[in-house]
């Protein structure tokens, strides 16, 4: 299936992604922390997609994907984020994501928002 990179500052959030993503048939090829460490991964990884949150340290999410947008635009991202960050997700998706899954995270839903992002 698709080779993807999550990113998120929780530990756990990103082990959680990774088995949910492991278990549909997919490969996560990297885990970043943050949006700079997303940016590089980005670079040396390639990968099919990403899964980035929105709130982490050193540099959001949705900053992020502006620069990798910059770079890469066919770039498929997709933000993750907690509830009540609706206007965050709305920056997110003007920066370039493709679509947004809500933590705590729905397995069928992230499978779904996955599928979608990869056409």
């Known amino acids: 299936m698709a080779r993807i990179l999550i990113v998120d500052d929780a530990k756990f959030m990103r082990m959680t992604l990774s088995n949910i993503l492991s278990k549909a048939g997919h490969e996560v090829i990297g885990e970043g ?43 498929k991202v997709i933000m993750c984020s907690a509830m009540g960050q609706q206007k965050m997700v709305v920056e997110a998706i003007e920066a370039g994501a493709k679509d947004f899954i809500v933590k705590p995270f729905d397995e069928s839903r992230v499978v779904d928002a996955i599928n979608r992002g990869l056409n």
């Open 33 to 75: 922390e943050n949006g700079k460490e997303a940016i590089e991964l980005y670079r040396n990884l390639k990968p099919d997609l990403v899964t980035m949150d929105i709130t982490m340290p050193l540099m959001s999410g949705v900053d992020a994907v502006k620069e990798i947008k910059k770079e890469f635009q066919a770039a």
